[in-house]
């Protein structure tokens, strides 16, 4: 497997491109990793990784989204994205995550890794604007990687995104491709596509579209539309947790999950301050599904670090958790989630009735499988998790 990973990365991927990524994502997160460590020692909260959510606005309704597309639209400003990336720099912090809406929405967001060539960015997209030219750019700045978004075959995934929306976005993926772009996919995994998204045939179907990486999420049932039939019951997270790990044995390509350590422990990147989330209106939120905040990126003149270092909420968030559960407190304890947030005094940024939707949710499985753990049992993938990405040796 890793001879063949090798092959295509060499030959798929343009060696330019594959240098950048190797210098601005992997070493200097490492880097960024080590500061982090430094920082929590000294008992410091700022993280390795930042996510900037540049707009609300999207061209879909994905069922089980947690944005409201609808209404009045938000984004961040280019001072605003420009000052953020700054402080995150002089904290040896160089990799960004663009999300929304859609990022690529967003005014020109490929200026914004042409004005910090130093720094590398990922953007989360549903792949349906990758025309020629967009392409062009993206291969010619060099320091992004698109992460495009599918949930299976054309029928699953235009079931939960819409129709036609899987051959949009492969054909973009295509555009991608030709122009020789590291790029990834992301797939949403649900009770309704489990088996078709862990197969051998979705995952060679991945590889042979020019994808890298394939990045597994598990669903949450939130927003407006929860759509709680998508989710993943234990025993269907017992098996996407076996399935993965079968995956990472045969496939050419790095499967990528952000929810279980070397030793398959659960994992909460918000817990572990590993990555917060900057909403649309400059909000500072514990991660993407949860619009909830106290602090906003203007306070203390724009300081983000000294904003998130004194705050009280992102603390208690990480405390929340912390005696809890090691998974998810979005599937496992949602009403306590609403009492704590209106003790903390937060402000609901999702245009909904965000508590209200907690306040009705089930209490159900996540990825916290305590005395079910199943380690790591593949050198290459224990030897990432603790040095490379899945947390960048946070997980460590």
């Known amino acids: 497997m890793l001879a063949r990973l090798a092959y295509r990365l060499t030959t798929e991927v343009s060696p330019r491109l594959l240098f950048k990524a190797g210098y601005l994502w992997a070493h200097k997160s490492l880097r960024a990793i080590r500061a982090h460590r430094r920082r929590s020692g000294r008992g410091e ?9 540049l707009t609300n606005a999207c061209n879909l309704h994905c069922r089980g989204c947690w944005i409201e597309s609808k209404g009045t639209t938000y984004r961040l400003s280019r ?25 690529m929405i967003y005014p020109d967001v490929l200026n914004i890794p042409k004005r910090h060539p130093d720094c590398y960015f990922q953007i ?36 939960r995104r819409g129709p036609g929306v899987f051959e949009a976005a492969v054909q973009g993926m295509q555009r991608l491709h030709q122009r020789k772009i590291l790029f990834g996919v992301a797939t949403t995994v649900t009770g309704e596509n489990l088996d078709a998204v862990t197969s051998d045939a979705y995952v060679r179907e991945i590889i042979d579209r020019g994808a890298m990486y394939l990045w597994y999420y598990v669903f949450r049932p939130v927003g407006a539309n929860p759509s709680p039939r998508f989710c993943v019951d234990h025993e269907q997270m017992l098996t996407f947790r076996r399935r993965l790990l079968e995956l990472r044995r045969r496939h050419p390509i790095i499967l990528i999950d952000t929810y ?14 590993l990555g917060f989330h ?81 306040a009705t949710a089930e209490a159900r499985t996540s990825h916290h499988l305590p005395g079910e753990e199943i380690p790591e049992d593949f050198w290459f993938y224990r030897m990432l998790k603790r040095r490379l990405f899945f947390g960048m040796g946070g997980y460590g």
Request: glycine share 10%.
């Open 278 to 358: 900057i909403g649309p209106q400059g909000s500072i939120e514990p991660c993407p599904p949860l619009s909830f905040a106290r602090e906003k990126i203007g306070d203390h003149q724009g300081d983000l670090f000294r904003t998130i270092n004194e705050s009280t909420f992102l603390r208690g968030f990480q405390q929340f958790v912390e005696q809890r559960t090691k998974g998810c407190v979005i599937l496992e304890h949602p009403q306590e989630l609403v009492e704590f947030f209106r003790s903390q005094g937060a402000t609901d940024y999702s245009g909904r009735d965000a508590l209200a939707e907690l």
């Open 79 to 103: 001072e605003e994205i420009d000052t953020m990336i700054a402080v995150g720099r002089r904290h040896h912090v160089h990799f960004h995550t663009l999300l929304g809406g859609e990022p």
């Open 124 to 159: 989360i997209t549903n792949g349906m604007f990758f025309d020629a030219s967009t392409a062009e750019r993206i291969a010619e700045l060099g320091n992004v990687t698109p992460l495009v978004s599918l949930d299976g075959p054309a029928e699953t995934n235009d079931d």
């Open 45 to 53: 909260l700022f993280p390795p990784f930042l996510f900037f959510a």
């Open 260 to 273: 279980w350590n070397a030793q398959g422990e659960a994992v909460c990147p918000a817990a572990l301050g």
